[in-house]
């Protein structure tokens, strides 16, 4: 009876799994990940300034990005157009969505986050990442006006080829990606 029981049971087996949905779970993911990256942020620039928080942005992020998605199960980056990093440069499915937030801008509209669908099956969540802090602006913001020299003089020590200062609060910086490996 047991194993009549068993037998019955196991088409539902694969039901029993928790469904998960990144246009929920990926909003959550980004928050806990940009508060953990923000919180460092804000506590290097309170002890060294804009040019000491460089080594979070270059060091603290990527691990940051590591822990949360490891604990959530997905894989989790920052990608964009203009990238410092040469790491975070967005690939084409990034550079589509990112050219779809610019074009919400563009129409004074908020960026509307996106759900795709990968090449593999996976799905990713895909969110903007607007500049709405002054404090980001001391990093990404105009040379010698929003950024100071020592910062500037620390930015393209670091990083040479950087693409990532110009920017004005409301522009668009990049974007959040939770790729979500087992669901399809």
């Known amino acids: 009876m047991k194993r ?15 469904v998960r949905d990144p246009a929920v779970e990926g909003p959550k993911i980004i928050a806990e990940a940009f508060a953990k990256l923000s919180g460092a942020l804000v506590e290097a620039i309170g002890k060294s300034g804009p040019a ?18 490891a604990a959530h199960g997905v894989t989790l980056r920052r990608a964009t157009h203009k990238p410092r990093n040469p790491k975070n440069a967005a690939d084409e499915v990034e550079k589509a969505a990112l050219e779809a937030f610019l074009a919400a801008l563009t ?3 908020p960026p ?3 759900v795709i669908t990968n090449a593999d099956g996976s799905r990713s969540f895909l969110a903007p990442i607007v ?3 002054p404090l980001c602006l001391q990093c990404h913001g105009t040379p010698n006006q929003d950024i100071a020299p020592d910062t500037l003089a620390a930015i393209r020590k670091l990083y040479p080829d950087d693409k990532a200062t110009g920017f004005k609060l409301g522009d668009l910086r990049g974007l959040w990606r939770v790729n ?3 669901v399809k």
């Open 107 to 109: 129409k004074k509209e």
């Open 131 to 133: 500049l709405g802090n």
């Open 4 to 18: 009549l029981l068993l037998i019955a049971l196991l088409p539902f087996s694969a039901y029993s799994q928790t």
């Open 52 to 69: 000491g928080a460089l080594s979070v942005c270059s060091e603290k992020a990527p691990q940051i990005a590591k822990e949360v998605a």
């Open 180 to 182: 979500f490996p087992n």
């Open 112 to 114: 509307k986050p996106q």
